[in-house]
């Protein structure tokens, strides 16, 4: 069986989408089955950035009960990588039930080894559905005070909720010099740290070029930081992170 694992922050815009698929990316580089699912429901972009925008199914589809979650996985460019897609127009988004998104990923469970969330920000209701649709949590922050507590909040909750917390990314780190450094987030969030990944322009690069960076410029130093990520994650056996969070 597979490991579901949702990908979680405070605030809007730290990263987690570009978490999601580079760290799909790189599991797949190392022989792991993933599957990616935008589970953003009002504002999916993961289809877009791992380069998938015509596809016929959605996970919305699949949420207003008219598909199958097998018909909405499409084949990626990349090697071990699929994608369950989102909708964006708004008469898909109205008529998908999120509520229905755990019972979807229960499925995909047992297809893959990795099955990736792509969660909306925040505790509210979509945030929830999605990133309870998940058994463990990779939390994703910036090194800001106010982002390292929303994060928090969101990792106390999903804790509570029974989901093992398997650390948070740092991400982001070193655009400015006020950026509170690598072991300050750690005491402060009180969560593991597994990974710091620096402000590279390469990132946003290789998201206008609809290509994850892992891929895109495999060297460059956000690459590498999302490639020992994977490796880390892959290390952690699913059984031990429930008592690790
Ligand atoms: N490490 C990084 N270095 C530079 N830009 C980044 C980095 N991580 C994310 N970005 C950029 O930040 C923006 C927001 O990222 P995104 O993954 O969409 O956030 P979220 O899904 O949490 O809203 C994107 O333009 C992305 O390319
Ligand atoms: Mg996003």
Known sequence: MGRLISIASGKGGTGKTTTTANLSIALGKLGFKVCAVDADLTMANLSLVMGIDDASVTLHDVLAGRNLIKDAIYATAFENVYLVPAAIDWEHVIRADPRKLPEATQELKGMFDFVLID????????????????????????????????????????????????????????????????????????????????EDPNVREATLEGIPVVEYKPKSEGAQAFMSLAEKIARIAGVKARVMG
């Not at 649709?133 to 969101?154: F, R, W």
């Open 119 to 198: 969660s909306p920000a925040g505790l509210q209701m979509d945030a929830m559905n999605a990133m309870l649709s998940g058994e463990e949590v990779l939390l994703v922050t910036n090194p800001e005070i106010s982002c390292l507590t929303d994060t928090m909040k969101v990792g106390i909750v999903l804790k509570k909720a029974g989901l093992a917390v398997l650390g948070f990314v740092l991400n982001r780190y070193g655009a400015s010099e006020n950026d509170v450094p690598p072991d300050v987030a750690e005491e402060v969030m009180e969560i593991r740290l597994l990974e710091v990944i620096p």
